[in-house]
């Protein structure tokens, strides 16, 4: 399979890998895929008070372009707010990376990274406010 | 830096035609070009001297007469005439086939073509965790209808050599035709057709440092002679079960490469035994969690087939064909050429069916890699190859969520996974 050059350079050289700690606040964390499929995105998002993502972090478990998807995500929804962060769609991301068709679920699988970040820190959030109320 | 070129450590799909090969097959493409079913001239009588001491060479690899030996185009040509060309053949005798569910799709989707058009029944064996075929499964198998039982020798993704022996001896006793694809074992482990009880036999020169598009099916013509109905009609060559001219370059390199093997086939055994064992110790002397797939024993000497824990397969091979890309930083390091069982490597979007059928969950069945040493690799290759694995595989877990989580002591069979 060839890879296009966007693909390769986020494989070799990924951006925004890691893991904030987990309690730090205004972090919402997303974990999808399963092992068994052959992919897994960690996504991380650091939220500020008015719901603009400051910083990502991630790690995947996948193919090259699976990696380059999530590598690209992270760059992709800093400075965005959280509202213009949910309206990112996949062929986004496949426009791009020119993933080809067998390559789509990759960038499904960044999308739903990043709707499960969101509701992770929407909900970290209500409970934290709740705590404090 | 260690080598200069590619690595090659794919041998299972294809080798390499060894240069004596070559060597041998170039005057049959120019000068001694004649056709070997041209009886009137010496054209015609020089090609034909020429296949006749090439089946020679071919039978002698595996004990058998050399006028057992029938031409096709490969392994998967003599799989389909093994198997559909028995069933034809012995329809009235019955329709029962029995193969393993580890088998070459070669046999498998022969056996399951059979099927669909309701010319046989098939009962695909299951096989233990090492990916061996119980004899004794065999046996209890073999009913009144059975006609044939095909069985490989070697498998090509895990290595695991089948006792085909034994098999042959249960075949013979129940009265049904045996059957081995032995396209892995041929010319790196000995076979004797006469010792095994091998009635017909697969093989491809491509495997075996020959060219492409040349292989044989060995077919008994005695105690007891096998009969089949042809796939392939025409001029009535290779007695009738297989017409069309005889491709005598390819037969020349494929006799030629198989005399190279009967004669360093235990030297060669050993030393890329030596090789395989080297990148294995070193890999598991540098790396946690890394799982062998197939038999500790009693595999092909140069398989190595390896799960590495958390690790996707196919990013894995992108890292290690690395400078076929036009990736800077790796731009200097020589591409390293290896195979995965991951869904991602797979046209069917579906991991290896064969690590399935050993009982390896598809997590780790998505983090496989095939390495297949050949004659032509060196310790230098090997140990370039192993330090390329080592770094690579430790920057993927870096990557990797899953290595993360399991370092943490997350058990991962717990968790709620996210299914798509
Ligand atoms: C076990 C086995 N059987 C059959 C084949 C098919 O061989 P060929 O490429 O000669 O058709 C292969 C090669 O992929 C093989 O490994």
Redesign the pocket.
């Known amino acids: 399979m060839a890879y296009s050059e966007k693909v390769l350079d986020h494989y070799s050289n990924p951006r925004n890998v890691g893991s904030f700690a987990k309690d730090e606040p205004n972090v919402g964390t997303g974990v999808v895929g399963a092992p068994e499929c052959g992919d897994v995105m960690k996504l991380q998002l650091k939220i500020s008070d008015d719901g603009v993502v400051e910083d990502a972090r991630f790690k995947t478990f996948g193919c090259g372009s699976a990696i380059a998807s999530s590598s690209y995500v992270t760059e992709l929804v800093k400075g965005k707010t959280v509202d213009e962060v949910m309206k990112i769609k996949n062929s986004e991301i496949v426009h791009e990376l020119s993933l080809p068709p067998v390559k789509i679920h990759c960038s499904v699988l960044a999308e739903d990274g990043i709707k499960a970040a969101i509701a992770d820190w929407k909900r970290r959030r209500t409970t934290d406010t709740k705590a404090a109320s | 830096m260690y080598t200069t070129k590619a690595v090659y450590l794919d041998n299972?799909?294809t080798t390499p035609v060894d240069p004596r090969v070559l060597e041998a097959m170039l005057p049959y493409f120019t000068n001694t070009f004649g056709n070997a079913a041209s009886r009137t001239h010496g054209f015609g009588w020089e090609a034909e001297k020429a296949v006749d001491d090439a089946r020679e060479q071919i039978a002698r690899l595996i004990n058998a007469k050399s006028k057992d030996m029938v031409f096709t185009s490969?392994?998967?040509?003599s799989?389909n005439l093994a198997i559909k060309g028995v069933v034809e053949f012995y329809k009235d005798k019955g329709n029962h086939v029995v193969t393993a569910v580890t088998e070459?799709k070669?046999v498998l989707d022969t056996c399951r073509m059979l099927e669909r058009k309701g010319l046989a029944t098939v009962t695909y064996l299951p096989v233990d965790r090492y990916g061996m075929v119980d004899p004794d499964a065999v046996r209890r198998a073999i009913t009144d209808e059975t006609v044939l039982v095909s069985i490989?020798y070697a498998n090509?993704e895990v290595g695991t050599i089948n006792p085909i022996g034994e098999i042959g001896k249960i075949a013979r006793e129940k009265g049904v035709l045996f059957h081995t694809?032995a396209?892995?074992g041929v010319g790196k482990l000995p076979v004797d057709v006469e010792a095994m009880h091998i009635d017909l036999l697969?093989m491809?020169a491509?495997?075996m440092y020959g060219p492409k598009g040349i292989?044989a099916l060995y077919v008994r013509s005695k105690s007891p002679r096998v009969r089949l109905t042809a796939i392939i009609d025409g001029g009535g060559h290779e007695r009738g079960m297989r017409s069309g001219t005889l491709n005598v370059p390819g037969i020349v390199g494929f006799g030629k490469a198989c005399e190279l093997c009967r004669e360093g086939m235990a030297d060669e055994a050993q030393r890329v035994l030596r090789l395989r064992e080297r990148l294995k110790d070193f890999i598991y002397a540098q790396l946690d969690e890394v799982y062998l797939n197939g038999h500790p024993v009693h595999r092909l000497p140069g398989n190595l087939n390896v799960s590495f824990a958390y690790v996707e397969g196919e990013s894995l091979l992108m890292g290690l064909n690395g400078s076929v890309h036009p990736i800077a930083a790796s731009a200097s390091l020589p591409p390293i050429a290896v195979s995965s069982g991951s869904a991602c490597t797979s046209a069917t979007l579906e991991p290896s069916y064969v690590l399935k059928a050993l009982g390896v969950g598809d997590d780790l069945a998505h983090t496989s890699i095939r390495f297949g040493i050949g004659r032509f690799n060196t310790d230098e290759e090997i140990d370039y190859v192993g330090e390329r694995v080592v770094g690579e595989v430790r920057r993927l877990r870096d990557l990797s969520p899953l290595y993360e989580m399991a370092k943490e002591g997350i058990d991962l069979k717990s968790v709620a996974w996210q299914r798509d």
């Open positions: 299972h799909s490969g392994a998967t040509e799989d070459h070669a490989m090509n694809d396209t892995q697969s491809s491509h495997k292989g």
